[in-house]
């Protein structure tokens, strides 16, 4: 099942794909525009400003490339890397998908002056593509309206707006320059995003409400081969963490190769920092992942023209070459930057020593509590008290007669 589920979040992701391939376009640099529309009748509608699915016949099925498209797996644009140079699509599989899982499909493609339509019941193309009408020759674009096929997604088919609106939001932080808009027919809602600071506007977003260690917010965007890494961060003065990582602008909840090589570099950049000037002593252990992103708020956003994800939903990138890449950049980039910046690593790098010693503190109270339990829970005389040392050569066993011995002759021992 390449949506994942015939659930809630299945029934989702048919509108994901829809959408995914409007923001390759905007990604292409031929669309400025991806709006979703809830229709009264339960439909869900996408257009997008792009170039519009080509509407002459396809070479190798003899049909119109709209209807190939729309009923052949990896028959779209993206498949085989000649399309887009990154895709965040299922590459061609997702509008396949869609189609075959709702009851009813209409294409609608503007382009070259003329408006195209398909119908498809049941994944099934109910005629040929035709002309219908006439449009601007400025207007181009493709418009999907589907309705869920209720014998497949059994619990519901009901979309959520919020649920709808909130990956808008990320479509939008994500790429910058493009507008996503949301609009339900049967509440009169409407909401647009529009961020001209791309994930550092994200980052911000994500801060509101919270004390940020210094208002300035790290970013770097740097092209390694033919992959774009692209990260902002900043610390605040709470102490969750928050990490959103995307690989050509889809959400990987589970992480991946990105993750794992921003982490790495962060506490490697941050450890080397406060060791060269003086902030961890020699002897000092070096400072925990979990400290260094103590309070840390970041988005990793990686655009590769062949991302590899692990399941079809692509909770997880798995790229191994990305690994590196983002340690390169972070490496780089994220060091000089403290370098120019003293006042901004003194604190973070304060924050994070703070948060080692509470750690630290932690764990020493945690084992003492254990300690304590097993000598509490053990056959022995009431007056036995435990050692106030840890070190088994500074610590021994001390004897005393009488019932009152115990209190004094330990005081004075």
Known sequence: MYIGSTGIEGLHHLVWEIVDNGIDEALAGFATEVKVEMLEDGGIRIFDDGRGIPTDIHPKTGKSTVETVLTVLHAGGKFGGGGYKVSGGLHGVGVSVVNALSTK???????????????????VPQGDLKVIGKCPKEKHGTEITFYADGGIFTESTVFNYDTILDRLRHAAYLTKGVRTTLINHSTGRK???????????YVANLNVGKEPVDDDIFYVDKNIDSNQIEIALQYTEGFSETIKQFANNVYNPDGGSHLTGFRAALTRVINDYARKNGLLKEKEENLSGEDTREGLTAVILVKLPDPQFEGQTKNKLGNPEVRGQVEQVMNEYLSYYLEEHPGVARKIVGKALLAARARKAARAARENIIRKGVLDGASMPGKLADCSSKDPSSSEIYLVEGDSAGGSAKTGR
């Open 105 to 123: 499909l209409i294409a609608t493609i503007y382009k070259d002056g003329k408006i195209h339509q398909q119908e498809y019941q049941y994944g």
């Open 191 to 201: 909401y647009s995003f529009y961020f001209e600071g791309g994930i550092k506007s």
